[in-house]
């Protein structure tokens, strides 16, 4: 099976940045869809952003557009969250996780990040002082 990892949560203050890593292990990296989500207390948990391994294709939510950046590195098996210009309601614990999305499937631009996500990381706290 699938193990996410996620790192690079911290303390900073408002306006500043922060590089979440989300390391993937144990199954086929192409295979998968990861996205990041966020729960912070007292909130639903919510879709920040995904990418699609095979290809790239990304989306991001419209509170974190222009703010927030992701990436992967397929070597590393590697995804990548840069987040700047942060925000105190950007303050949760963010989380990865993986929907399966082999490279054989298709799925319109508009459900990219929209599947069923079977595996998750431990979460990372990222915490933005006001």
């Known amino acids: 099976q699938l193990q996410l990892v996620e790192s690079g949560g911290g303390l900073v203050q408002t306006g500043g940045s922060l590089r979440l890593s989300c390391a993937a292990s144990?199954?086929?990296?192409?295979?998968?869809?990861i996205g990041w989500f966020r729960q912070a207390p007292g909130k639903e948990r919510e879709l920040v952003s995904c990418?699609?391994?095979?290809?790239?294709?990304?989306k991001y939510v419209d509170s974190v557009k222009g703010r927030f950046t992701i990436s992967r590195d397929n070597a590393k098996n590697t995804v990548y969250l840069q987040m700047d210009s942060l925000k105190p309601e950007d303050t949760a614990l963010y989380y990865c996780?993986?929907?399966?999305?082999?490279?054989?499937?298709?799925?319109?631009?508009?459900?990219?990040?929209?599947?069923?996500?079977?595996?998750w990381g431990q979460g990372t706290q990222v915490t933005v002082s006001l």
């Open positions: 990418i699609r391994i095979n290809g790239g294709r990304f």
């Open positions: 144990g199954s086929t990296f192409n295979d998968y869809v």
């Open positions: 996780a993986a929907d399966y999305y082999p490279p054989y499937e298709y799925r319109d631009s508009d459900y990219l990040c929209l599947g069923e996500y079977d595996y």
